[in-house]
């Protein structure tokens, strides 16, 4: 982010403590294996998602210091396939953006990308690590909660570090909450990330895929704290074709 007085560069979202609520069960043993098991269901899910059309907007908002919001950012893209089955992302509003105090930074957008709609698979589970939490029911179903953090903070690669709520009928992951790891600071600039939730619902009677990230919090600048507000919303999965040769690659340009 960059503030329009001082011209420095610090990117979007801010370091904020994650504390971790008190759950309403004691944690016990957990069942053998969870995180392994966790992560192979959440591969299948990564998988199956891939495969599927859908509609992706993002809203960024600051606000100052009376609460009243001073900019935002906006944009509407569809993430579908090309007729010979390559992956792309189709832009249907051009971003709108009226941030003054806020600048967003290449970061940023990976995140909403990567770590907001967050999937433990099989590949990255070596990576973290877990904590047992006990269980806890979540609109209506009963979840193991699961505390997951990098093993290793790598300054080249983005984490998520926070909460996994697990449904204990298929180890299918329903809602997850936490934030992008690791909080980058300098002397020249500061890239804060926020606590965030992300929310799943049931696609086609089957898979639990995201459908909202929200973020409201404050970023504890070194000069001025400067709140936030996020909005991702994952909208109309239509499911495409087989599921055995997707490839991916830029958007297809209109033949002459």
């Known amino acids: 982010m960059k503030n329009g007085r001082m011209v420095r560069n610090i990117a979007l979202m801010v370091a904020s403590t994650f504390l971790f609520a008190a759950l309403a069960v004691e944690a016990a043993d957990p069942p053998p294996g969870l995180l392994k098991k966790i992560a192979a269901r959440e591969a299948e899910s990564a998988r199956a998602r891939q495969n599927y059309t859908y509609r992706q907007s993002v809203t960024i908002q600051e606000f100052n210091d009376h609460g009243l919001v001073t900019g935002q950012y906006r944009e509407v893209r569809d993430v579908t396939f090309s007729p010979n089955r390559i992956r792309y992302e189709q832009v249907l ?16 957008f990976a995140d909403i990308r990567n770590i ?49 709520w697990v449904r ?18 300098t002397l020249r600039e ?19 895929f995201p459908t909202e990230t929200y973020a409201d919090d404050t970023l504890f600048f070194r000069d001025w704290p400067q709140r936030i507000r996020i909005i991702v919303r994952y909208m109309d999965y239509k499911r495409f074709g087989a599921e055995s040769t997707i490839t991916f690659g830029d958007e297809p340009q209109p033949q002459k």
């Open 93 to 108: 509003e051009q971003p709108q953006n009226t941030l003054t105090r806020i600048k967003l930074t290449p970061e940023d």
């Open 168 to 185: 204990e009928s298929d180890l299918t992951v329903v809602r997850s909450e936490g934030q992008a790891v690791p909080q980058i600071e």
């Open 190 to 208: 500061q890239n804060l990330f926020p606590h965030f939730t992300t929310l799943r619902r049931q696609v086609d009677g089957k898979w639990f």
């Open 116 to 164: 907001d709609p967050f999937l433990l698979t099989t590949e990255k589970v070596p990576l973290y690590e877990g904590q047992y939490k006990g269980e806890e029911t979540i609109d209506g179903e009963k979840c193991f909660v699961e505390y997951i953090r990098p093993r290793q903070i790598l300054s080249t690669q983005r984490f998520f570090e926070g909460t996994l």
